[in-house]
């Protein structure tokens, strides 16, 4: 079973950086960070295809937040600059379990393993 452990979440003042980790038992199919706030749905946050050369983003995030991967040290990153009070929540890195024609979705249901997520906090 594939394991996906987050962390580097943490508080930070809003206009501050994080930089959050994904270390998982494989590293070979499209992956992604999810982020849930309380009381709402879990949303797509970034998407990266296998190779790291293929990247998408939430609007929400678009220009702010970076995610990248390490293959060779089977380790996602999301680097998030100029955070918000609004990107509090909970983030989890997720990736599917098989190869995918084409892009990467960011449908939820897709993604096989899940991570149990690391806490992001942001002061206003």
């Known amino acids: 079973q594939v394991q996906l452990v987050e962390s580097g979440g943490g508080s930070v003042q809003a206009g501050g950086s994080l930089r959050l980790f994904c270390e998982a038992s494989?590293?070979?199919?499209?992956m992604a960070w999810f982020r849930q706030a309380p009381e709402k749905a879990r949303e797509v946050v970034a998407i990266i295809d296998p190779s790291g050369t293929d990247t998408q983003y939430g609007e929400s995030v678009t220009g702010r937040f970076d995610i990248s991967r390490d293959n060779a040290k089977k380790t996602l990153y999301l680097q998030m600059n100029s955070l918000k009070a609004e990107d509090t929540a909970m983030y989890y890195c997720?990736?599917?379990?098989?190869?995918?024609?084409?892009?990467?979705?960011?449908?939820?249901?897709?993604?096989?393993?899940w991570g149990k997520g690391t806490e992001v906090t942001v002061s206003s």
């Open positions: 494989r590293s070979t199919y499209c």
């Open positions: 997720a990736e599917e379990a098989t190869f995918r024609l084409g892009r990467c979705i960011s449908r939820l249901e897709s993604y096989d393993e």
